[in-house]
């Protein structure tokens, strides 16, 4: 049976020959057809050889070629796939943080099919630094004197530790030695940079005279670190920005303070918890100032960096600010967020980040009512919905103590667990991803907008929530 079974298998120039590959040649190169066939052909001469049962269907040209087809198309399908964040969590970093505003979006699309003038002086005809488009825009917007952008704020607190630090200490609170997700650990990125940590105080506790008794003639820079993801509380004391600028301005030392998610304007003002300002540390008196850009800012992954001029014109010099330069597509997007600050008449709706975290708590739940009845019947029976509070969370360790009451669907199912229902949204198309929260299954409507979001699509049946049978 299996000689006979491998003697049916057609050769590939057969396969090629026929008329629906002639289709597919059309839109993809030969090898990748030809590879495709192959693959076919070795995976049924494994099963023939296994002695398993082969339908002899299976082995003709149309089946052999609508399993190419097939093949061949969803291959292409990319990895990278859109995806519905019901989390409440409106900067997911795993979910790539804040959305575009529409006006970077479009300065995204043209930048990306049109000739710009990226390094490119219109006056002079000659060429001009890339950073110049966004570095004014921030002065603007921090009060700093100067400016700078590079990919990403890790980045940024690498290069200006080694631009203002190299081979020289630089004091640090021990409350402050933070890790951030993803492996961004501010000990290992100071070692990186090629300056000397000189921790200072204690995990709960430092003063200022833990700073000024650690300073010595090899000690280039005072850092502080907005300790984003968490917060001590109780018995805690950390010195404030303003008294570390006046210990820096009598030892001669520049200060730095890495804010993580800086804001550009002030969020209490819509009800949020404050996030600390850019302008309020630039006008405190520190030299050097970083923040990300696709944090509560809500443009795009970007390293801004803000403070004096001759600090930031050394960074700016530093050979490796070209090595973690932004690219076009990220200037473009974060002129347009940046020029929404100065001129939109409501950022609170034109900037996605904040559309959602301002969102009144009646929208929200309207969505999350609206989703019921169809989220429901695609669920079937066994399945429980319902509309009930819960808290959002801004994200990307910004405001990480500080929850935001919003309205979530839980699911619940007769004995189906939470981690088990949350699998199969996750299979659906496009995945769904919420967020489980004492054994419940939830999604968070905050940053859902069309309720048809929260309904799961399942192409396959085997992909469906209908529980396996006892
Ligand atoms: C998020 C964060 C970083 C890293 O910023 P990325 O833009 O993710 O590189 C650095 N420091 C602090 C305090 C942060 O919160």
């Not at 219109?122 to 100067?146: F, H, K, N, P, S």
């Not at 990125?189 to 005279?209: D, P, Q």
């Not at 900037?351 to 309207?366: G, K, N, S, V």
């Not at 999350?368 to 360790?397: C, E, H, I, K, N």
């Amino acid at each position: 049976m299996g000689h006979d079974a491998f003697r049916e298998l057609p050769a590939v120039s057969r396969l090629l020959a026929h008329p629906r590959t002639e289709r597919l040649l059309v839109r993809f190169n030969r090898e990748y057809v030809v590879q495709g066939c192959r693959d076919i052909l070795d995976e049924l001469r494994r099963v023939i050889t296994q002695g398993r049962a082969v339908d002899p269907a299976e082995l003709q040209d149309e089946a052999i070629l609508t399993r190419l087809e097939s093949r061949l198309t969803t291959a292409g399908d990319a990895r990278l796939q859109r995806v519905v964040n019901a989390t409440g969590t409106v900067l997911h970093t795993n979910l790539g943080r804040a959305l575009l505003p529409q006006a970077a979006v479009d300065a995204v699309l043209q930048a990306a099919t049109q000739p710009v003038n990226l390094e490119y002086d219109l006056v002079q005809g000659q060429r001009g630094r890339r950073e110049e488009i966004v570095e004014d825009l921030l002065m603007r917007l921090t009060g700093a004197e100067a400016a700078t952008v590079v990919n990403n704020n890790a980045a940024a607190v690498l290069l200006a530790l080694n631009t203002m630090a190299y081979g020289k200490d630089v004091i640090v609170s021990r409350g402050e030695l933070i890790e951030i997700g993803g492996a961004f650990r501010i000990p290992e990125i100071m070692a990186r940079s090629g300056v000397v940590l000189k921790e200072v105080g204690t995990t709960n506790r430092t003063h200022l005279s833990d700073y000024e008794e650690a300073i010595t003639e090899r000690t280039a820079l005072l850092l502080k670190v907005h300790t984003s993801n968490y917060r001590i509380v109780g018995f805690v004391a950390e010195v404030v920005l303003a008294d570390l600028v006046a210990l820096g301005r009598t030892h001669g030392i520049p200060v730095m303070e890495d804010l993580g998610s800086g804001a550009l304007v002030d969020l209490s003002r819509y009800g949020l918890p404050k996030e600390p300002l850019v302008g309020d540390s630039i006008a405190v008196g520190a030299d050097i100032v970083t923040f990300s850009g696709d944090k509560v800012l809500g443009g795009p992954q970007a390293g801004l960096v803000a403070g004096r001029t001759d600090r930031v014109s050394a960074i700016s010099r530093n050979p490796l600010h070209r090595a973690l330069r932004c690219g076009k597509l990220t200037i473009a997007a974060l002129e347009a967020t940046l020029r929404l600050y100065l001129e939109s008449a409501s950022i609170a709706d034109d900037i996605p980040a904040l559309r959602a975290l301002t969102r009144p708590l009646a929208d929200i739940e309207d969505v999350a009512r609206r989703a019921l009845p169809a989220l429901a019947s695609a669920l079937g029976p066994g399945f429980r919905v319902s509309v009930q509070d819960a808290t959002s969370q801004t994200g990307s360790g910004a405001l990480p103590t500080d929850e935001i009451p919003t309205k979530a669907i839980v699911i619940e199912h007769d004995f189906l667990g939470a981690h088990r229902i949350a699998g199969r949204f996750r299979q659906a198309h496009p995945p769904i991803i919420g967020r489980i929260r004492d054994d419940w299954f939830l999604l968070d409507a905050r940053t859902i907008w069309d309720p048809l979001d929260l309904v799961p699509n399942w192409t396959d049946e085997l992909e469906g929530p209908a529980p396996p049978r006892p």
